[in-house]
């Protein structure tokens, strides 16, 4: 069976990783022991991966660790706002270099059909049977609170 390797477009240039390395947050060795981290720039590769394919955390290549750790220390990162920062020096290191016009800003979107939607013009029902059977429920209680006997029915 043969090893997919994932290509090369995700790994950090030296100059970039100086960058990036200064805003990541410093770990310390546990003095308790076990295993030891993941090198922050191999976790780095592996966030840059999933974002850019959009593959799931645990169908990531190998290469770059689990992908439940992987998965893990981008959550911590993002609530150390670490993204944040680094799109905040790349605003400031653009602006330096080629300028940028705060004055006038531009969205891009795209509105797609939702895979599984169904038709566009299809029947609706008049309710659901959950609802129905939401509402009978909801009946049902009322009047058995109201000393009323209980009636067993079954929802149409």
């Given at each position: 069976?043969?090893?997919?390797?994932?290509?090369?477009?995700?790994e950090i240039p030296?100059?970039?990783?100086?960058?990036?390395?200064?805003?990541?947050?410093?770990?310390?060795?546990?003095?308790?022991?076990?295993?030891?981290?993941?090198?922050?720039?191999?976790?780095?590769?592996?966030?840059?991966?999933?974002?850019?394919?959009?593959?799931?955390?645990?169908?990531?290549?190998?290469?770059?660790?689990?992908?439940?750790?992987?998965?893990?220390?981008?959550?911590?990162?993002?609530?150390?706002?670490?993204?944040?920062?680094?799109?905040?020096?790349?605003?400031?290191?653009?602006?330096?270099?080629?300028?940028?016009?705060?004055?006038?800003?531009?969205?891009?979107?795209?509105?797609?059909?939702?895979?599984?939607?169904?038709?566009?013009?299809?029947?609706?029902?008049?309710?659901?049977?959950?609802a129905g059977c939401?509402?009978?429920?909801?009946?049902?209680?009322?009047?058995?609170?109201?000393?009323?006997?209980?009636?067993?029915?079954?929802?149409?």
């Amino acid at each position: 069976m043969a090893v997919h390797s994932a290509s090369k477009f995700h790994e950090i240039p030296d100059s970039l990783w100086e960058r990036i390395e200064l805003v990541l947050p410093i770990y310390k060795t546990s003095c308790k022991g076990g295993r030891p981290r993941l090198p922050l720039r191999q976790v780095v590769n592996g966030i840059l991966y999933v974002l850019y394919t959009g593959c799931q955390w645990k169908a990531m290549p190998r290469q770059f660790g689990s992908g439940s750790a992987i998965h893990a220390y981008f959550q911590e990162w993002v609530e150390l706002n670490v993204f944040y920062e680094l799109w905040q020096l790349a605003l400031v290191e653009y602006d330096n270099l080629k300028g940028i016009d705060w004055q006038w800003q531009s969205v891009d979107g795209a509105t797609t059909k939702a895979p599984l939607g169904g038709e566009k013009n299809r029947e609706k029902p008049d309710r659901s049977w959950q609802a129905g059977c939401q509402a009978l429920r909801a009946c049902r209680r009322s009047r058995s609170s109201a000393g009323c006997r209980s009636e067993r029915r079954q929802c149409a």
